[in-house]
């Protein structure tokens, strides 16, 4: 109950509602995830402990309604953008926007939507944070790496990688391609569940 009202609390403070609800299969490709959330108590405590610019930029693939979009702009007051495949989740995803946006009149324009599959975003020079949740297939993810890299070889900077409950194959992906592994946050359940944790890694210089 507790865990609940803490959800609930937090996205009635950004004006949005990103609750989970019962995932649908039929119509779903099967290279992608089903829609869950980041639990507001897990961003809480790894926001203290990461270092996010304002002037940063966040991307988020398979970011569904949006919470990571708006908890870490207005935690950080970065740039974030979102990227969803989904039709029905975009609808929500753009009306949190303009809730969050009449809260926060001020960060509008610091968010970006995109409705389109993740592996299909052009990586821009100024996104240098990527948010994953294990949003869509290994061999996808793994796309969606190399296209990373590549920007970062057309336009060199320090990225980092966020992973929250990141599966053995996206690590597997991650290690072969030489990423480093920079920090282990462990998350407030960690101690019942060691996947309770956010990998944070950075390409190599």
Not at 85 to 99: C, F, M, S, V
Not at 115 to 121: C, I, L, P
Not at 154 to 171: G, M, N, P, Q, W
Request: proline share 3%.
């Amino acid at each position: 109950m507790l865990e609940y009202d803490y959800e609930k609390m937090y996205d009635s403070f950004l004006g949005i509602d990103t609750r989970q609800e019962e995932w649908k299969e039929e119509g779903v490709p099967e290279e992608y995830n089903r829609y869950e959330v980041t639990p507001y108590n897990a961003l809480s405590v790894a926001c203290e402990q990461l270092r996010i610019k304002p002037t940063d930029c966040l991307v988020d693939f398979g970011c569904g309604k949006g919470r990571i979009l708006y908890f870490f702009n207005n935690y950080y007051l970065c740039k974030t953008k979102g990227i969803e495949q989904d039709e029905g989740l975009y609808r929500q995803l753009e009306d949190n926007k303009a809730y969050y946006s009449v809260r926060f009149k001020d960060r509008e324009s610091q968010i970006h939507l995109y409705n389109m599959k993740a592996e299909e975003y052009v990586i821009h020079k100024e996104d240098n944070i990527f948010y994953f949740f294990n949003p869509c297939s290994p061999e996808l993810f793994a796309s969606i790496l190399e296209h990373i890299v590549l920007s970062i070889e057309k336009h060199f900077r320090i990225v980092t990688l966020i992973l929250y409950y990141a599966s053995d194959e996206y690590l597997k992906i991650i290690r072969e391609m030489c990423w480093k592994q920079k920090r282990l946050i462990r998350l407030p359940n960690y101690a019942e569940d060691t996947d309770e944790k956010m990998l944070i890694f950075q390409n190599p210089l």
